[in-house]
């Protein structure tokens, strides 16, 4: 069964299943045809050892271009993407990437530039690098910015290493890193992996850090606090310079992960509500979502008296107004990665905010605040929120079981069955769906999107035995999730093999 994501139109499909290319091979088939080589042939037995050299060719399949074209055509069919349906999990993941952003990444001009190449043969790319940091400069409202990271957890260890440098510069160990307990679950592994001990600090019931815990918690062996604002429950902490001061008051630094930026773009400032260093996650803010595993780019900035921490090489405008490449920073960090970022992805990132400019990108987080409250007025008659509103950019919400005990698990698998993909569970609130519309979605999706999870509502109530067998239309019916991990069966095997190991057993 399909449902066209706009119209709402349900078609019933035959699935005839996709036989893999083994099964598909027809001896003698090629999809390609090479003309005479010009190499003479060699006997492989003269140039490589006897016992490297196999019995007999690999049963390689054997197929047609046009059925190769088709075979893998189906495959692809089957896949979920962002460009055929609403994913609820948008910017943390998979929102809309503009087609822009990707024609400019793949310009010959920069896709073709080697990392190698002399400095005067890469002024243009440099200066777009140069004025990406003056962007997220001002974005962040911070004094300097580095684009080196590949990630926002890399940004966070990047972050981490500097605020380390800072404070070892300055005589003092504290090895004492403070997180609030809604803050992304990078930030304690991030801590581990910079020699860290994290302490949790509690929020109130309100979604907000719980300040008489935070006084508690802070002393001269704190080095920071890592708080994700907004947070994980779509919270954004008002009480924020509050915080900043009473770290500040200790020696301690105040880090932001950055990862919800794209619910206050325009709208207020980090370093202006007392950050000293943070990530962004130009990857989901900026486009370019990795849902697909990558590539991703976490620049950090920073306040002025942790510049000099920051990573290198570092991109700087000389006073005859050309760009170099500045190494020449006795405190710095040194290298976090080869090269100088992760440029596929900082290209779309230039081109995403020069494209929008600072109007477009104060609208985009306001329709993204919008879109999640939206969704969040509908939705509160059929599920529990344990957080109040308002929300800043995605909320968490937990089903309504019931007697019948129907589990968030049973709800999301049930939401495929309308063509959507299952948002985040179980996390950071047990038994939650994290819903993040993101800004780039449609009234008529978010109502589509609603309208779903409203009837799964009545559906877990009325005939709950529906959800518990969900998904009843995907290729794939509901697995064993926990064998699936811990022994997956990812080897294919002839008929005739698996005919020869079932008498086996028998």
């Known amino acids: 069964m399909i449902i066209d994501s706009e119209t709402n139109v349900t078609a019933r499909v035959v699935d005839q299943g996709e036989p893999s290319l083994f099964e598909k091979s027809a001896p003698g088939a090629c999809a390609v045809t090479l003309g005479a080589s010009a190499v003479p042939s060699v006997d492989p037995a ?24 088709r075979h893998f055509t189906r495959l692809a069919h089957r896949a979920f993407s962002i460009d055929t349906n609403f994913y609820p999990l948008g910017s943390c993941t998979m929102k809309y990437n503009p087609r822009l952003n990707e024609r400019a990444a793949a310009m010959p001009a920069f896709a073709n530039l080697h990392p190698y190449q002399p400095i005067d043969q890469v002024q243009g790319m440099l200066e777009l690098l140069y004025t990406l940091r003056e962007f997220l400069q001002e974005i962040s409202g911070l004094a300097e910015v580095s684009l080196h990271p590949a990630a926002g957890a890399h940004g966070e260890m990047a972050s981490l290493m500097m605020i380390t440098a800072y404070h070892r510069d300055r005589g003092e160990k504290r090895p004492n890193v403070l997180v609030p307990d809604t803050a992304h679950g990078t930030n304690p592994a991030s801590c581990a992996m910079c020699a860290r001990h994290t302490h949790t600090v509690s929020s109130c019931k309100d979604g907000k ?20 604002n907004p947070n994980t429950v779509g ?48 990857h989901k803010t900026f486009s370019t979502p990795h849902g697909g595993g990558g590539p991703g780019a976490g620049p950090i900035a920073v306040i002025e008296k942790l510049a000099p921490f920051l990573p290198v090489p570092q991109v700087v405008k000389k006073s005859d107004g050309t760009f170099d490449l500045d190494e020449d920073r006795p405190q710095s960090i040194g290298k976090v990665r080869a090269f100088i970022g992760q440029i596929g992805v900082l290209v779309r990132c230039y081109t995403y905010i020069r494209s929008l400019g600072a109007e477009g990108l104060r609208t985009v ?6 879109s999640a409250n939206y969704l969040a007025a509908r939705l509160e008659p059929h599920y529990e929120f344990p957080v109040p509103g308002p929300y800043a950019h995605e909320f968490v919400m937990v089903p309504k079981a019931g007697d019948a005990g129907v589990t968030e698990t049973d709800f999301a698998k049930r939401l495929i069955d309308y063509g959507f993909h299952p948002p985040t569970m179980s996390w950071p609130i047990p038994h939650c769906l994290m819903i993040e519309p993101t800004e780039t979605e449609s009234l008529r999706t978010l109502d589509r999107f609603a309208d779903t999870m409203i009837k799964i509502a009545i559906e877990a109530k009325e005939t709950p035995e529906v959800l518990k067998n969900a998904p009843h239309n995907a290729k794939v019916s509901r697995l064993d999730e926990v064998a699936a991990a811990r022994k997956p069966n990812v080897r294919w ?3 005739k093999e698996k005919r020869e190991k079932t008498k086996e057993k028998k």
Do not use: W
């Open 46 to 69: 003269s140039s490589i050892p006897a016992h490297l050299l196999a019995d007999k060719a690999p049963p390689l399949p054997e197929m047609a271009e046009l059925c190769l074209v």
């Open 209 to 228: 850090v719980d300040l008489d815990d935070l006084r508690g918690k802070v002393d001269e062996q704190t080095a920071a606090l890592m708080i994700t």
């Open 235 to 282: 919270v954004f902490d008002d009480q924020i310079g509050d915080i900043a001061e009473i770290l500040h008051k200790h020696g301690a630094l105040l880090y932001l992960d950055g990862a919800n930026m794209n619910a206050m773009l325009g709208i207020t400032r980090p370093g202006d509500f007392g950050v000293d260093v943070m990530h962004f996650n130009t």
């Open 365 to 370: 987080s306001e329709k993204a605040v919008l």
């Open 493 to 495: 095997t002839l008929e």
